[in-house]
């Protein structure tokens, strides 16, 4: 019971902290377009300071336990001939953002792209206003989502959890994540909605699709009282989003089941404290959650079938070893063996000894020992 | 070779006849296009000589237009020039090697014989007559009809006719095989180019298929006519030496009948029999009037102390001036006689001096162009002649000392370059300003050098942009005033153009609309092969090209940097006029204010900085 009325102050705070964190957005677009105005009406070039992302500025914050932006920054001015037509993508897509956080309406990042053409702002390819649109989190401080642009890729979402949706037209409508086999897709209106209940007392995020179904059927959701993720290889930030609140609002504990490859253990590494390509991001990060396996020295002690590594994964190996998360404990360790062996182990290995082998003994006795890490 | 072997003398027809391949009429479609060449550079030279402003008119006509190429067609050259002398018509038009064109200056054909061949391939591929009418005097137009006898190397008059007419020039017209569907391209290229380098000429062209092409002259004054003039020291070779010797006339003349009769004329003494003391006594007076060879006459009667007689009867075979005798045949007695001479007679002196010649400085520097008294004597010293040698005294192995040395001595001054003809860089500019109507162009002519003693000018222009339609670098290449359309792969013009990094002078090679007219102007021109369509690269030319082209890249670079300043200056305005507006839009509903800010004036300071940085106008022909 205690614990119920947790959840439910949590709630409330949550909701009240969302549409704070709205106003505060908009207020925020609000006072740079005004800044704008003002210049233009002194007659000055108006300008943007943008936090510098370029690898020298990006840093690890042991206190965070992520990646964060230095303090540097870059001037983009609209004096500067070169900068003027960047200058004026990036307000327009803080005009947008505000029309679109003002009107509670989705847009991804493709269709920002399209839309910019119906304002006579080019953009060349949508490389370009993926790059601008990156500028604007920078600017804000703000990841994307925030301002209502998400990502093509979708990644989706099992288990027994009730969400409230926010979206306009939906507003109050319940939904339990359990009553369609195939999952739901975690979108702009996933991640918008309110946690309402769950009896899950675990979050499985998994790399693939195919096992996810697979463990849909094994009923793992139920076998293990879990909701269970598909990331889609790496996870992206919607997913992330998701992860963290289910861990921080639901109090779930996350755990990560990847391929046993350097990649796998990357996937895991950044649900827990995120990548360098949103380093000017906070909130992304489960710091907390725990990468079960495939481990390494799973591949041993299970018996895997392997495959050998090729070059770039060995590249990748090395390149990691310079990564300041990489230097000690399991992380340290699994990548060092990975490095001996020079092999590797897809999720799928387990089949070799029955298909429901993974679910009937890997994970039981992974769960049992992460409860020891 | 075996000894039965016949040999037979040919006759220059019959020789170009069985190489005709050599001079350009190995094939219909290439025949057709050297006989017009041949026909309107003739037209050319002929008009540029006498001073007059070229106007000629081409006809190219199917004999029977239903037939498929190859076939017969009339070619006919009509031009305003001075037309040929009927008697020398004929010989002019009917004998191979028969030409006013063996001097040493510039002209577009070298012997006049190719119109020749034109005339022999027609007749030999068709087997009809060439009609030639000419009008020298602007009283008379004589036509002919005439066909070449191969064997004799003889015209043959098939019909003369005079008719009075006041109009001058000449008009030529056979008939021959030809391709016009395969030549017509290079025919039509051939006049359009020459026109480009011929701007103070009016062409005109009927081709069979009905078209007419009417290239009118774009200037009224011709460039200076190229003068004749003596050889360069580079240029010459031992046996060009030796007949200089001979033409001077440093030479015991022959004593003939005909001498005789010069040196009684010239002391008026033609009618009467004289004696040997009448003789010397008129010669003390008249002296100084009389020409070198009658004083070396009476100079060596004075020694056989001989009256005009005597003189007939002798045969002088030696001037012994180490023994002072001379040595001479006598017919009546048949035996060979000696007679002193007195080293301190004044007729001893002109002796002396005719037979060692004149000094070898003064031999240099009267013969030769660019060959002064002072230039003479330092070239003595290098090449180890004593100054007052005796050209007349010199052994075959010291003429080739002398020729060698000639070559190697590097103090004589380039080659005169009166005798050449080159356009001049403002008819140049004018020709392809009219023809291209270019945004940008530089015209140069380099002051001339030689390559082995002839003199050439290289004449270069660069056009760009505007309404040259073609893109990447098209070069027209002129040599003597004649376009070249063959072969172009081998040039050394092409060679030079192809070696510039244009990307230096911020030039697009391939894709830029860009000319280049190259002319080199020699008294020979060293052309690859007898076709005359490509220039061998002579370094001396391919220097001078080179550094042409660079002149003029670099005119092109200045103009191409102040090009691109001004189109990123327009560009920026446009960038301002373009996004200004949508930040003030966006800006205005983001900040939620109802008016949008006051930002035109900034746009306008941006373009009106832009205008004081300079337009593309300002730029334009700085060459």
Known sequence: ?373 | MSSNEQFNQISPSEFFYRNRDLAGFSNPTRSLYTAVREFVENSLDACDHSGILPNIHMTIKAVDPEKPDPKQYILTVKDNGPGIPSKHVPLAFGTVLYGSKFGLKQARGMFGLGATMAILYGQITTNKSVKVKSNADGKTRFDFEMLLDIQKNKPVIVKKQETPSSEKGLSVSICLDGDYSKAGTKIRDYVYQTSLITPYATISFDDPKGEKFHHKAIIRSMPPAPTIIAPHPYGIDVETIRRMLVDTHYQIPNVDDKMIEKVRKELGMSKKKFTYDEIMKKTEKKWKSLSRPVRVVISLMSFLEADFEKLQRIRIEDVDLRNNKLVYWDYSTSQTLVAEMDVESHYYKQLANTVQGESLTHFLSKRFQRVGPTAALEFCKFAKFKPETRVGNMTDQELVKLSDALQTYEGFRSPDPTCLAPLGDGPLEKGIERRFEPDFMAVVQRTASAYSGFPFVIEMGIAYGGKIETRGTTVYRFANRIPLLYDEGSDVVLKVVKDTDWNRYKVKNDSAPMIIVSHICSTRVPYKTVGKENVADRPEIEKELRLALQFLSRKLSGYMSKKGQAEMAKKRANLYSKYLPLVAQFCTELSGNKKEPNYKEMIKEETALTNSEGTLEEVKKNG
């Open chain 1, 1 to 373: 019971m205690a614990k119920k009325q947790t959840k439910k102050e949590t709630k409330k705070q949550t909701k009240k902290d969302k549409i704070d964190k709205s106003k505060n957005l908009i207020s925020l677009l609000k006072k740079h377009g005004a800044q704008v105005y003002e210049d233009l009406e002194n007659g000055e070039f108006p300008k943007f300071s943008i936090p510098n992302r370029s690898i020298s500025n990006i840093i690890y914050d042991k206190k965070l336990r992520q990646y964060v932006l230095g303090t540097n920054t870059s001037l983009r001015s609209s004096r500067n001939s070169s900068q003027l037509r960047s200058f004026t993508q990036l307000l327009w897509l803080a005009f947008f953002a505000n029309k679109l956080t003002h009107e509670k309406k989705s847009s991804t990042l493709r269709d920002v792209y399209y839309s910019s053409q119906a304002f006579a702002v080019d953009f060349e390819d949508q490389g370009e206003s993926d790059n601008i649109i990156v500028d604007l989190e920078a600017v804000l401080s703000q990841p994307r989502e925030d301002f209502y642009v998400f990502p093509e890729e979708r990644s989706s979402i099992f288990g027994d959890l009730t969400i409230e949706y926010t979206i306009p037209g939906y507003e109050g409508k319940t939904q339990n994540l359990s009553s369609h086999p195939d999952g739901y897709a975690i979108g702009p209106s996933m991640t918008s909605a309110e946690l309402v209940d769950t009896s899950a007392e675990l979050v499985i995020a998994i790399e693939k699709g195919g096992l996810f179904t697979r463990f849909v059927e094994e009923q793992v959701d139920k076998k293990f009282k879990s909701i269970i993720i598909n990331t889609g290889g790496q996870a992206p930030r919607s997913t992330r989003t998701l992860l963290k609140r289910l861990h921080d609002e639901m109090g779930l504990p996350v755990v990560i089941l990847t391929d046993g490859d350097v990649y796998g253990e990357h996937i895991a590494m950044v649900i827990k404290s995120g990548s360098a390509n949103a380093a000017h991001l906070k909130g992304l990060t489960v710091p907390d959650a725990k990468w079960m396996g495939v481990w390494a020295t799973d591949i041993d002690k299970f018996k895997l079938p392997t495959i050998p590594m090729t070059e770039s994964d060995i590249k990748r190996c090395y390149d990691l070893l310079k990564d300041p998360r990489y230097q000690e404990g399991l992380w340290k360790r699994e990548l060092e063996v990975f490095i001996k062996i020079k092999r590797k182990a897809e999720l799928e290995a387990f089949s070799k000894y029955g298909l429901n082998n993974i679910t009937e003994k890997y994970l039981p006795k992974k769960l049992e020992e992460s409860k020891s890490f």
